[in-house]
């Protein structure tokens, strides 16, 4: 009797150490939007598979693969101006017109999003360097914001320079 006992307990035991514990992934929420304080929260990779499109067709020059991703304009804060710029196709093809080609290397993709808002927002850092038509060559650190809409269109960058 005692050994059906033990052996029971033993095989109670086995089976229940064969019991998966499974981890459950919770939106955790961090940081502070100082003006309202509200928290963020990391984003998707969805959104960061719509930057990389854009920035794709950025260095192949493709305003309209661009434009793809974006409505029929752009509300973009270059880095070197202290005014916004309403952009629309036919400027981004005259601004790539001044360029042989464009090389990007990014750092980093950071999909987030802020508490009270609908879209979201991915902060890429990179090294761009633009081979100008004329020989010279132009290199810039640049850290940009994309502010993506609940539509899934890109409608807002702004951008800093990141020149350490």
């Known amino acids: 009797m005692k050994k059906i006992t033990l052996v029971l307990v033993i095989a109670s035991f086995i089976i229940s150490c064969n019991n998966s514990v499974k981890e459950i992934e919770i939106d955790?929420?961090?940081?502070?939007w100082v003006k309202t304080?509200?928290?963020?929260?990391?984003?998707?990779?969805?959104?960061?598979?719509i930057i990389k499109k854009m920035l794709s067709s950025h260095v192949s020059l493709d305003a309209e693969g661009v434009f793809s991703?974006?409505?029929?304009?752009?509300?973009?804060?270059?880095?070197?101006?202290?005014?916004?710029i309403k952009m629309d196709v036919n400027m981004l093809k005259n601004y790539f017109a001044q360029y042989d080609s464009i090389q990007k290397?990014?750092?980093?993709?950071?999909?987030?999003?802020?508490?009270?808002?609908?879209?979201?927002?991915v902060q890429v850092g990179a090294v761009e360097t633009r081979f100008n038509k004329n020989g010279t060559i132009e290199r810039d650190r640049i850290i940009?914001?994309?502010?993506?809409?609940?539509?899934g269109l890109i409608h807002t960058i702004r951008e800093w320079s990141a020149d350490w």
């Not at 955790?28 to 502070?32: H, L, N, P, T």
């Not at 290397?105 to 927002?121: A, C, E, F, K, R």
């Not at 940009?144 to 539509?151: C, N, S, T, V, Y």
């Open 28 to 32: 955790r929420k961090a940081g502070e």
């Open 37 to 49: 304080g509200v928290k963020y929260s990391i984003g998707s990779d969805a959104d960061v598979a």
């Open 69 to 84: 991703s974006i409505p029929d304009t752009l509300t973009y804060y270059p880095h070197n101006m202290k005014s916004s």
């Open 105 to 121: 290397q990014v750092l980093y993709y950071l999909p987030y999003n802020v508490d009270t808002w609908t879209g979201s927002i």
């Open 144 to 151: 940009d914001k994309f502010f993506i809409g609940k539509d």
